[in-house]
Every structure is written in C-alpha cells, then in structure tokens.
C-alpha cells in the first residue's frame, strides 16, 4: 500500500466529505476550515492533481455558471481506489491509535 | 452576457494562465474566477483585487512545485556530468574554452568599433529628418560630385519649399591665428554657420544663448576645451578674442563633440563673417557651402528631390547640375560618390563585422568538432539515457546546457581578456576613423553587458546545436553493440568543418597580405616627384601677410647649409589645386568635361618637388613678369585634344588669358584611391603662398627642424609654428587602409590561433584513439617517421582542400576590393601560394606534436592494458 502525504490525505477525505459537492471552491474552503488556516489555491490543487495523476480520484465537468465567468465547475469524486485508499488509511490511523496513551492536549481525533 | 467589471483583471488572468499548466488549468483559473467575483460582490473591486494577487502569490509555489522540482534534479544531474566531463577532459575544456572566450572578446572588440562606426550623427535629435544637399555634376566624360552648393541656395529651399522647415549653411574658414593675451594659436576647425544650424542640430550649449549667440556680427561659440584652452578657468562669455585682425566676442560655450559626430569644430562664428572674409555669398557661380536642411517629417525626401534637382540649374544655366538629398545619418559611412559601395566606411564596416563573425564560429566550430569527436566517450551514457526513458528532446537539452556552461565559463575570461587587450586595441584604431580612445569605463555599461550576455548565449546555441542534435540520434541498440557504422557520415562532415575552419583562415591571411601589399603599393609608388625631407610649414589660409612672412622666412632659411632649397605654394602638394572654372579654349568649356585643377606656386616649386618638365620651361626669375604664364600636366595637354605640341597654346580662365610656357610630367598630387591624375593647371604668384617647403639635408633633422623654428619665432613672433614632413602627411592619407589592414592581420592571427587550438584537439583525439593501432605498427616495425606521416595524412588532405576552397574565394574578394583603386597592386600566384604554404607549416607543426607524442610512446603500454 501507498501512503498518501498528509495534504493528499485530507484533500482526498474533504472530497468524499463533500460528496456531490466536491469542487475547488469548496473544497478549499472545507480544509481551510478544517485545518484552521486558509489554504491557498495552489496549495488545494497541488495534491489534488498528485491525486488525479495517481488515480484516486475523478473529474466531471459540471454545467457552465456564471460565478466562474462561463466557466463550467470541475467535480472531484474518488474513484475505487480512493476510497480503498481511503478506508485503509482509517484502518492504519485505528491500528496505531490503539492504546495510545491519553495526551493531556485534547486531541481532536 | 455578464457585467464586464466582475472578470477577472487582464495581467492577473494572464498571469494564471502561464502558472497554471496541465489538466487542472481550466479548473483552476475558474477557482480563481469564482473567489475574485464573490469578494468583488461583498467587499468591493479594490479587495477583491488585492485578494486575487495575495491568491495567486501563494499560489504559484505549489503550482511549480510539482514541475519544477523534478526538472531541477534533472538539470542537477545535467551540471554533475557536465562539470564531471570537463574536470576528466582537461585539455578539451581548457581549448574549447580558450578559444570561446578569445572568439567572444574579438567579436565584441568588433561591435563595439562596429557601434561606433554606425552611430555617427545619430545622436541629433533630428538626425532623422536632417539631409545635407549634394550636387551630382555632370560632366561630358565624366560625373562628379560636389558636397557643397552656393550661396543662396538655402535661403530659396526655405522660402519655396514648404516641405523645408529649416535651412542653414556652414562652411569652413580655413587655418586661422586667434590670440588672447599671450596665447597664440593657429586654429584649424573654425566654421561659419548660419543661426538655423543650431535648430537643426542638438548640440549641447553649457552657457550662453542657443538663440542669440550668434547675433551680434562678431561672436564667437567655443567648445569647452578650445575655452578652456584660452581663458582657462576664467569665464569666457564676453571675453574679446583676436581672431586674424578681427576681434570677436565670446558668447556661447558648447560641450565637446563626441567622437561619433561627422561635422567637427572648436569654434563657430556667424556665417556673415565668411562673406567679411570676401567669399562670395550671393552669386551662382561657386559652390562654396555645405548646406543642410531639415524636412517636415511626413515628407517624403524622394518627392521633394524631384522638385529640387534643378533648382542650381535654373539659377546657373551653364552648369548641367543635379542636387540630391543624403540623409544625415549617411554621410559619415556613404560619402564616397565616386565610387559608391566600395570604398566608403560603410565597406570596411561590412568587412569588420564578417572578420568578427567568422572569428567567432571558428571558436564554434572547435566546439562542435571537438565534442563530435570525442562522441564515442559519451556514447554509452547516451545510450543508457535512452535505454532508462530520456526522450531525445531531453538529451538535446541536456548537450545544449552543456554548451552553454562552457560558453559561459568563457564569458568569465572574456572581461580579462578585455582588460588587457583595450590598451593595443585603442592603440590600433585610435589614429583612424574619428575612433577616440576608449577606457574600460566607456564600455561596461548595461547595453553592452545585456549584448555581451546575448551574443554569449547565442555562442553556446549555435556551437552546441549541432552537437546535441548529433549525439542525441545515436541509436541505443547500435551503441550497446559496438557497431558504430553510422560513424562515417560523421568523419565526413566534422572533415568538411575543420575544411571550412582552415580555408577561412587562409582566406584571412590571404586577404590581410593582399591589404599590407596594396598599402604598401600606395606608399611607395612613384608619386612623380620626391617627398622626402620636405618640411612643409602651414601659414594659414589667406592671412593676409603671408607673402611677407614667406618671404622674410625664406631669406633667412636659405643661409643655412642644412636647407637646400625653399619655395612655397598655395595649396597643400597632398591635395593640390582647387576646380578651376571658366576654362575656355577655342570656345569650349574644358571644366564641362572633366574636373580642372589649378593652383599658384613660387618660383622653384618644381625643381624642389623634383618634377620634371618634359616640354617648355620652368617660370623663370630672369623674366620682368610671368604673368599669363602657365604650366600644365600632361593630363591637361591630352584634354585639348590637339596634334604636336601644345606649348604656346592659349586659352582663358575666367577674365584672364594665358599660354602655356611649360608641359610637366604628370604627377600625382590627390591621394592615389582617387582617381587618375586629373588635368592640372599651375600658375606663379610668388605672394600667394599659404604653404612653405624646405627641402633640407637629411643628416641633423632634428638641428634643422630646430633652426627652422627659431627662425620662424623671428619672423613671425605671433604665430604657431605648425610643420609636417611631406612624406608623413601622404602616407597619412592612407590612415584608414592601414588600420584596417593592421586589424585584419590581428583577427588573422587570432583566428588561425583559434583554428589551430581546435587542430590540436581534433588531433590528440585521433592519436588516442589510434594508440592500439600505433602500437600494433610499431611492434612489427613500422618507423616513427612513417607514423608520424600515417597521423598527419588527413590533416595534410583537410590543408589542401582549404587551399583549394580559399583560393578562388579570396581572389574573387581581393579583386573586388582592388578593383575600387585606380592605382593598384597586382595578385600574383606567390600570395597565394606563400599563404597556402604558411597555413601548411602551422597544420603541420600543430599535429605534429600530438602525432610525435604518439609515435614515441611505449607499445608494450599501448597493447598491454587489456
């Protein structure tokens, strides 16, 4: 199995998240909330196409919309091996998280 | 469809699309488009501007970080193997780079001359728009061309031609003596302009009034050293100087001309004194001044030349002239009419930036022999490149990078190089072509680095191109399986490039010989009389008493045994005579067919020129007058056009009458790269004189040269004392010649020492890799001189195709150039020949050496590691 960096890994689980609404836009937004600092776009797209290229996930192109200028949104949805990816990265954080010890910072995870 | 403000701004947007590449462009710039129009909506246009720079700042990192980092490491690897090869191969690099950095310097040396020959003029502000009227003459056997035009002529432009906006006219007043206080000084470049000179062109006034100065009838414009040079650091304005007998005021002081400028002066006084000095202003009859005028920029130059061609014509029925427009910015590099294309500047110029160029593809060509060569090194990386994926547009890339790292290693060599070599090339420019000496401070500005980096840049493309084009073809399976049968094609056509690179130098040498012989032809052909110690003292142009000091001056010298003889003449023996007019014989205008020279002398003029009288009789002092006497060259005789002998023959110029009392040899009085001897026409007026000649005795020079001071400095205690040897001031005619032919012999050298560095390379490279075969001959018994010949063998095929190559060319080049002299040398088989033979001894000595290194060396070694 493949490990994903951690950017691919959240951006890879915001896009199932988001479902049907997957989209730059979007997306970038969940992860900024979730991480608690503004992603720039670049930095969203970056992983995002790694993610592409290596397969898990997939485009579909939307309706043209006037907010984007004519422009049509780009959907992301994971394909099979995402969400395979996906589920074995949930085994793998189960796995080691086992009898942690508690942390006195309250972990969020 | 939509509002127009809301998309996104233009340089952002476009900025987007060059960072963004790939799939994820279109989704990403519509990313970008939906955030800058959402903010627009709720905080305004300015947030949302900033926003989108903020955005697309931040985001241009991880946009090249997915490219990029994986070109670097390639790149990475690139300057391993690179600095890997040139650190193994040190000879090669050290002759690739040598020879790069010594092919950069010379063409930048060239551009920079180059720049500065095509710059003349170009730094007026209407430069543009400013032509100087020429008169195209027409003669019946002959056209000739005069720079200058009447009088009057530009005041009708103006007011006739509104195409004109302004006119002026200058001429030169020819040697004066100015004085201020105790500062005597004869002054050569004093000019007469009209007031709309300074309209016409930008020249920079440091003080006084451009638009008043040269009001007031007796004003004078000084540039800031000829100020300087008087009143030191006084201030000059409205200082009184004594120009001749006239007094003048200081009203305006301009900066010094630069270098490239073609109109060159130190002071300038109001045209009106030039009619003072009694030349003829108003009249048709002579063309005396150089008249320029500035056009309306939207008017076509050709449509007002057709208005103005007759215009001389219409005011002067009895000459058939033509006026015609040069432009400004042609004057300094086009001006030779007579023989247009061939013997302006401008040639030269061509010359020198073909001598630079090609001095700069030898060094390529070094490169690309020498890395073809030495292919088969790089071979098996080639090949395994290829083998692991690299796509040929890759290795084209990586060879091209190779290139230019050496061209650039060469760069870092080319400002010593510089340093070191500015001093001689000053040194060799300096005395011609208006070319002022340059310190390394002139030259390093940010133009010339940019250049400097452009033409390093396009080196390392052009000496790498072939290469990396060469080497990533190579097939991987014929690499790996050792048949390099492709290898033939490759001999043949790095042959035809060390070829090419031999017959260039032996076109230069031959060219450069041929230069030096014609150079040396011009100088000591047989002028028609002797110019050997021969001091010739300039008295200023129409002073008015310049018989007397003549005469005093001649009276004294003639008491000193050094001084055989003295005599003098109106005008300089290097450019004797000015056009006659008027010539009239048996009712024809002789000066309608061909140029007419005349001139005035004192009695011994030519016995002391050593000319000969081959008919007739010298003017004689036994005689009460020799008025209406004149003398003239064989070339004159042959215009009348008459059986027998022309002695006694009469006939009139202008008002007077004369016969001919005597018939000299013809002679050459004009520098030999004008045309043939024009018909000349010499007349006695012993007071006249505005140059003097001694012919003195050729031991003690320096004694009689200091006699002939003290005694001037009694004669004329308030004049300079300006003299010249006869012979210095021809040989000065040919200043330009001479540089080009010392250039051209430099850049020779340099090439053939560039050509020879790659031929030492090509050869170390095909001794080792013979080394097996070397020691395999020597082991059965071949001798070292037989294998030094097996070496050179190919060297000595590639010499003599070259020569074979060079020869017609240069002849054809040479006999172009030649062509364009009346008097020249001939071309004959040794030129050639000794050429040939020279580039031969070099070849020779330089591949001898490697092939002797190879001979001699051990077999045992040669055969044993295996």
Sequence with gaps: MKLLSR????????????????????????????????????????????????GYVRTKQGEPVAERGGRSKVFYKLSEKGKKSLLEIKKVHETVWVGIPSLEINGNR | MFKDKRKLPTLPSWFLRKVINGDIKYSAIGDF???YRQIFEQRGRITAYFWLWKELVRSTPPFFNDT????????????????????????????????????????????IWVNHQMSFDSFHENADNTYRIVQRIKLTQDVSYSTRVPGPLADILKDDYPEVIKA??????????????????????????????FDIFSFNFLKGNKESALDPKFSIIMTESTAEKYFGDADPINRTILLDNYSFTVTA????????????????????????????????????????????????PSSLEAKIAGVVNKNNPKDNVELFLQPLKDIYLYSNFNNPGTQGIILYVYIFSIVGFIVLMIACINYMNLSTARSEYRAKEIGLRKVVGARKKQLVIQFLFESMLLTFAALLLVPVIIKLALPKFNELVAASFNYSELEITDIVNLKFISFALMITFLTGVISGSYPAFFLSSFNPARIFKKRGKSGESRIISRRSLVILQVSISLVLLIVSTVIFKQLNYLKNKDLGYSSENIVMISLGISNMNNGEIYHNLKE???????VEMVTGSFTSPVNLGSPARDVIYKGNRLDLNTPINITSVDFDFIDLMGLEIIEGRNFSRDLESERGNWIVNESFVRLLEIEGSAL?????????????????????????TNTSIEPLIIFLH?????????????????????????????????????????????????????????????FTFLAVFIACLGLIGLSSFSAEKRTKEIGVRKVLGSSIFGLVILLCKNFLKIVIAANIIAWPVSYFLMNKWLSGFPYRTGMDWSIFIVSGLAVLGITIVSVTFQALKAALADPVRSLRYE
């Design chain 2, 556 to 562: 004294k010298l003639e008491q000193s045994p050094s």
């Design chain 1, 7 to 54: 950017s691919e890994e959240i951006v890879l689980l915001c896009v199932w998240k988001l479902q049907e609404d997957a989209y730059g836009v979007t997306i970038r937004k969940l992860v900024s909330e979730a991480t608690g600092h503004e992603w720039s776009i670049g930095a969203i797209y970056a992983p995002l196409h790694r993610l592409e290229k290596k």
């Design chain 2, 68 to 111: 990029t980092i994986w070109n670097l490491a390639m790149f990475n690897n690139y300057l391993k193997i690179a600095l890997r090869n040139l650190i193994r191969q040190k000879g090669f690099s050290v002759i690739n780079i040598s020879g790069l950095a010594l092919g950069i310097s010379a063409f930048l040396f060239i551009s």
């Design chain 2, 253 to 300: 002081v301009v900066e010094d001309l630069p270098s490239n400028s073609n109109l060159f002066f130190d002071m300038i006084v109001p045209f009106d004194f030039i009619g003072t000095l009694g030349w003829d202003l108003v009249t048709w009859d002579y063309s005396f001044y150089t008249t320029f005028v500035l056009l309306d920029a939207k008017v076509e």
């Design chain 2, 168 to 197: 002026a006219r200058h001429a030169w007043t020819g040697e004066r003596t100015l004085k201020y206080e105790d500062r005597i000084y004869s002054e050569n470049w004093i000019i007469g302009v009209d007031k709309e000179f």
């Design chain 2, 686 to 746: 012993s007071t006249g004189v505005n140059y003097i000649f001694a012919k003195i005795h050729p031991q003690n020079i320096p004694d009689t040269i200091d006699f002939i001071e003290n005694c001037w400095k009694e004669t004329a205690p308030d004049k300079p004392f300006n003299y010249n040897f006869l012979d210095e001031q021809f040989n000065a005619l040919y200043s330009n010649i001479e540089t080009i032919g010392r250039l051209i012999r430099y």
């Design chain 2, 648 to 672: 006694n023959e009469t006939f009139d110029i202008r008002t007077s009458t004369g016969s001919v009392i005597g018939i000299v040899k013809d002679f050459h009085f004009e520098s030999l």
């Design chain 2, 33 to 35: 488009e939906e955030g």
